[in-house]
């Protein structure tokens, strides 16, 4: 899990757990508020907004003195919101003097903003399902019905992880839930990249996608579907009228196709029509069969005729030139010196002799991608090799890469805005905090888990796993308290405690193992002193009672201590802690009325080892 955050999510952060904390008091889900407040509080606790909501919580929740110690500091450090808030608690506790001087100085202090915590804000008039699913489990425990109170928290945990009160309550129930379930790892968001970011790619010109997929009987021919324009080119001739005996012809035994087309067939495409071929007589070239292939010649030609030819192509305005080959036509070039006659026997030595030049036949066409880099000189060769062609090749489809010089790789200009950067990093922003809030839980539910299984020592490698801001929370140390406690350590689960009360001097949570721990280790004095200060706090509450109980025990006045213990009960009756030090208190003078008391605390915690 990342531990430290960028500058920039610490926004993002205080208003993901702002509004995590309200929605959870607008739900009356108050330790699930003060849970999520102190995480807020243990990142910032120096910032207003997040004493104001973690005072807020600890209020709701009952821990008025908590919350008072919170904003109850010197008048340099306090601001309109602490004052607000202190006169909140002031009020609960019944000191309406002090609660009024505080809302004096709230209302003439001269900088008065109003904070994250005290502002307006949208307020939902009705809890959201997850929430009610909660609660409705709570009460289900509270009346000692766990089936009921297990579907319902599992439900809660499905619609919302969040939800620490589902979590813990599914932990004494005994039904510890699999937290690659409830709570399943996420990866480490990514910042979202430039949508046309290419750079690095190498680009291949190609005109047209769909050179890539040729037709089946095209074999292995890119060109061969596609046909030029039906416009005459320069210099093309038509056929000489009459039937001729040339392979130039149009009325040979190929196709109306060109030859070109016909000598590259295939299975695929055969030569053959349903048109009856034209009988002529067998020529001495027929007998011979069809010309080798030869490879084009890399002999430079004489200067003469490269500039008869440059010449010549200046001559021509035709744009497809510059990157194609020439036309092709018959008629030109140096073996057109007499005129093309049929049945003549010029013609059939001249089949059956070829000259040494290549013909269109007998070489490869060059490469589109590699008529760029060609100079003048490169091109003048290339227009005397098919300038003594027989056969007339199309021109080649124009191609954009033609038009504009090689490169291997794209450069891609960026159509990326400063908004857009700008978006994309609050995006990211958001991002990373929900995953550190997530993040986060999730290790306190997997050392929660360890520690309701007793695998103490497993909890405590889970603690030491979380960022070193919340390894000093009050939450942490008490569950590192219990944890040593629980391994029989007093002496590192004194330490814990201790800690926990510099930290929040008026916990009432966890007071009651520590004041078993005290009275384990025989510590008098200091056992004494807590429990005075928790009777202080709340009179009312089962710690306080169970710390005094402890101490009239650890005097050896059981029947004051079994006194103290009842009250406990009484004072919660879900407590199975109390039942239980009553029948221990009670086993060595009364047999069955300890085993009452040990009856009566299974069957509020049935998980509570102590009574068994």
């Not at 439900?155 to 932990?171: I, M, R, S, V």
């Not at 392979?247 to 060109?258: F, G, L, Q, R």
């Not at 930290?503 to 078993?516: F, Q």
Request: net charge positive; proline share 9%.
């Amino acid at each position: 899990m990342q531990h430290d955050l960028p500058p920039s999510a610490l926004p993002h952060l205080a208003q993901r757990y702002q509004s995590l904390v309200w929605s959870c008091l607008d739900a009356e889900l108050t330790k699930t508020a003060v849970f999520h407040a102190e995480r807020y509080y243990s990142l910032d606790k120096h910032g207003h907004d997040s004493r104001h909501l973690y005072a807020i919580a600890l209020l709701r929740e009952g821990q008025t003195y908590s919350a008072l110690s919170l904003v109850n500091q010197p008048s340099a450090n306090i601001c309109s919101g602490c004052s607000e808030i202190k006169a909140k608690c002031c009020t609960a506790l019944g000191r309406h003097r002090q609660a009024r001087e505080a809302l004096e100085a709230s209302m003439h202090d001269p900088n008065y903003v109003p904070s994250a915590s005290t502002s307006r804000r949208v307020a939902n008039p009705f809890p959201e399902e997850a929430a009610l699913r909660c609660r409705s489990g709570t009460m289900a425990l509270k009346g000692n019905l766990p089936e009921k109170a297990s579907a319902s928290f599992r439900q809660a945990l499905n619609l919302n992880p969040q939800l620490w009160e589902a979590f813990e309550g599914l932990c004494s129930l005994g039904l510890i839930p699999d937290i690659d379930i409830i709570l399943p790892p996420r990866p480490l968001p990514i910042k979202r990249a430039p949508p046309d970011e290419t750079t690095g790619k190498v680009v291949h010109p190609i005109a047209d996608p769909g050179f890539f997929t040729p037709d089946a009987g095209s074999s292995g021919n890119l060109f061969r579907t596609w046909k030029p324009d039906l416009q005459p080119q320069p210099f093309r001739m038509g056929p000489p009228p009459g039937p001729r005996d040339s392979i130039a012809t149009n009325e040979s035994i190929y196709p109306d196709h060109s030859f070109h087309q016909a000598h590259r067939a295939t299975r695929s495409q055969p030569t053959n029509t349903t048109q009856p071929p034209i009988q002529r007589p067998l020529s001495s070239a027929d007998e011979a069969g069809p010309n080798p292939k030869r490879q084009r010649s890399t002999a430079r030609q004489p200067e003469a005729v490269k500039k008869t030819v440059l010449n010549h192509k200046l001559s021509v305005d035709d744009p497809l030139k510059k990157f194609t080959t020439s036309s092709r036509t018959p008629g030109l070039g140096k073996s057109n010196a007499q005129p093309l006659l049929p049945n003549t026997a010029t013609r059939r030595s001249s089949r059956l002799h070829p000259p040494s030049k290549p013909t269109a036949r007998g070489r490869r066409r060059p490469s589109t991608t590699n008529a760029r880099s060609k100079s003048a000189e490169s091109e003048a060769e290339e227009d005397v090799f098919t300038a003594g062609s027989e056969v007339g090749y199309p021109p080649s489809p124009p191609s954009n890469a033609a038009q504009s010089p090689r490169s291997e790789v794209s450069p891609s200009p960026s159509n990326w805005t400063a908004a857009q950067e700008q978006a994309a990093q609050e995006e990211y922003d958001a991002e990373l905090a929900d995953y550190y809030v997530y993040s986060l839980t999730r290790k306190f539910a997997c050392a929660t888990r360890a520690l309701a299984l007793y695998d103490c020592q497993g909890c405590l490698r889970e603690l030491e796993q979380l960022p070193a801001v919340h390894q000093s929370s009050p939450w942490v140390l008490a569950m590192v308290g219990r944890a040593h406690y629980e391994k029989q350590d007093f002496a590192s689960a004194e330490r814990a405690f201790k800690a926990v009360r510099i930290l929040e001097p008026h916990r009432l949570w966890d007071m009651e193992v520590y004041s078993t721990l005290l009275w384990h280790l025989q510590r008098n004095v200091e056992l004494s002193f807590l429990a005075q200060e928790l009777l202080n706090i709340n009179p009312r509450s089962s710690q306080a009672w169970i710390a005094v109980g402890n101490l009239f025990s650890l005097q050896k006045e059981r029947s004051q201590a079994l006194t103290c213990f009842r009250r406990a009960a009484e004072m919660d009756p879900t407590c199975a802690y109390a039942y239980t030090l009553s029948g221990h208190e009670s086993i060595d003078e009364d047999l069955e009325k300890a085993i009452n008391f040990f009856q009566c605390a299974l069957r509020a915690d049935r998980r509570h080892y102590n009574a068994w």
